[in-house]
């Protein structure tokens, strides 16, 4: 598709659309409407303190959209008795345990790239000593190959997966950084 002037206006009428009625909450501010706490809390936690996958889903998702300098605000709207202490303490509890994955996950791809580098100059410098002692192409069109494999695994391992995992990471930080308010809405106004 060729990007035609057309396009472009389109593109800059989307971009800087200023009349949505989205475009005047604060990005750094999550509202969430929960009319029970079976949406907050997992139906299968026996002590209450295990949140739902839809609730965490939602707020890593709005969470993206919040600026790097402010910091992230979620404002829970219900009826129902709920403590912004046990919430934060839950919320907490979950980022931990995905922080911790998260971080997991980053050493071990570091530890996957490296072994890919070392693997792949292993490769070239058998390259090397085979194009010195033989010339057979087959063989060393296979070496070569598999060497440039095990480097670019290496690269993409260290510099394009890595970094998103660590974008994971900082995330994570945000949200269990995040203050919490539990806005109590009456019971019409909440059945509305």
């Known amino acids: 598709m060729f990007w035609n002037k057309h396009n472009k206006e389109i593109d800059r009428l989307i971009l800087n659309n200023t009349s949505d009625d989205k475009s005047t909450d604060n990005p750094s501010e999550i509202n969430v409407k929960i009319y029970n706490t079976d949406q907050l809390f997992s139906a299968y936690s026996y002590s209450g303190d295990k949140l739902n996958g839809e609730f965490c889903e939602y707020i890593f998702d709005k969470a993206k959209d919040a600026p790097l300098k402010d910091r992230i605000r979620i404002k829970i709207h219900t009826a129902a008795d709920l403590d912004a202490s046990d919430v934060q303490q839950s919320l907490r509890s979950h980022c931990k345990s995905e922080y911790i994955e998260s971080k997991k ?6 530890l996957i790239a490296t072994i890919m580098t070392i693997l792949g100059i292993i490769a070239l410098t058998a390259l090397i000593l ?6 057979n192409i087959y063989f060393t069109s ?3 190959i598999s060497a440039w494999v095990f480097i670019w695994e290496a690269v993409d391992f260290f510099f394009l997966q890595r970094p998103v995992v660590k974008g994971k990471c900082i ?7 995040a203050e919490i308010e539990v806005c109590k809405d009456d019971e019409q106004k909440a059945q509305e």
């Open 105 to 110: 996950q980053v050493k071990r791809l570091v």
């Open 130 to 135: 085979i194009n010195h002692f033989t010339d």
């Open 142 to 144: 296979i070496v070569e």
């Open 171 to 177: 995330l994570i930080q945000r949200i269990y950084m």
